[in-house]
């Protein structure tokens, strides 16, 4: 469970004031940085990066970027913990339980403070409306 939401970085800019007008949804990424524990808590860094541009093309414009960058406090029971650290530091993933949480609970906050930062730039909020499911591959 979410215990901990820090946003410790918060960066937004526009480097196509001409293409303003133009811009498309944001192209969405969420980067899992670090895992790290402390007895039942998890600490996963993370940034989420909202890139805007003038089309959907290769060659469209970047219209501008906000990127917000921070830590995630996650409380779970010893061995869950253990286990989720294990894999981060074996395969650089999370248990599928734990990145679902993860990363609707970044949507959430982050798609709510990207808001703010958008209306002050003239960008388009990177609000995420649906619920992410993971599904883990079988090899």
Request: glycine fraction near 8%; include cysteine.
């Amino acid at each position: 469970m979410i215990t901990g939401f820090t946003i410790s970085d918060v960066a937004g800019k526009i480097t196509s004031i001409d293409a303003l007008g133009k811009q498309r949804f944001p192209k969405l990424n969420i980067n899992i940085e670090g895992v790290t524990s402390e007895a039942t808590k998890l600490k996963i860094k993370y940034t989420f990066v909202a890139d805007y541009f003038d089309g959907e093309a290769k060659e469209s414009k970047n219209v501008g970027q906000i990127k917000l960058g921070g830590e995630v406090e996650v409380t779970e029971s010893k061995d869950a913990v253990a286990a989720a650290v294990k894999k981060w530091s074996e395969k650089h993933i999370l248990p599928v339980e734990v990145a679902e949480e993860v990363i609707n609970g970044l949507n959430f906050r982050c798609s709510a403070t990207g808001t703010l930062v958008s209306y002050a730039l003239g960008l388009i909020p990177p609000l995420v409306i649906s619920t992410t499911k993971i599904q883990e591959t079988k090899s």
